[in-house]
């Protein structure tokens, strides 16, 4: 999917609008002129990209033979030691 440069060139417009309105010693303004750059930094790497290289989906990957999507339960039995049973209370 890409961005048209239309597209970014009226969010730039938009920034460049909300700049004029604002005044001076607003803090606003690096915020209107990061995203200004950001979409300029988008417009130069969108074509530098486009160019270069297509993108090319994945490949799906496959599961290994003989892999049933579910893992075996283990059944494993406790002895009455290990299951904390004893008079002491420090069994758990």
Do not use: Y
Not at 11 to 29: D, R
């Amino acid at each position: 999917m890409s961005i048209s440069v239309r597209h970014i060139i009226t969010l730039m417009e938009k920034h460049v609008t909300e700049l004029k309105q604002l005044p001076e010693s607003s803090p606003k303004i690096k915020e209107n002129a990061a995203a200004i750059k950001t979409l300029c930094d988008l417009m130069l790497d969108s074509d530098s990209t486009r160019e270069d290289s297509q993108w090319v989906p994945p490949s799906p990957i496959s599961a290994p033979p003989g892999f049933t999507g579910t893992l075996p339960k283990q059944n494993k039995k406790m002895d009455d030691e290990e299951e904390g049973n004893s008079d002491s209370i420090f069994d758990f």
